[in-house]
């Protein structure tokens, strides 16, 4: 795992850890271009998706610090 998969996977984890919303590395579906972006699911109602991105945006400076 080179430092960026490393450095993807940390922030992954601190945005659970913050947030409660999972996503993943973007590397794990593109090898070539995935280090620039992460990836996100949203599988619920539309309310919880709006609570999701709104969580993500309110705690933004916490999770990014980490």
């Not at 599988?43 to 916490?62: D, H, N, P």
Request: proline fraction near 0%; include cysteine; hydrophobic fraction near 35%.
């Amino acid at each position: 795992m080179n430092d960026t998969c490393v450095l993807l996977t940390a922030l992954c984890k601190n945005i659970l850890d913050v947030t409660g919303v999972a996503c993943v590395s973007g590397v794990d579906f593109d090898r070539e271009r995935g280090h620039t972006s992460l990836r996100f699911s949203f599988c619920g109602s539309t309310e919880t998706c709006e609570e999701a991105v709104r969580v993500l945006i309110e705690k933004q400076a916490e999770w990014q610090k980490h």
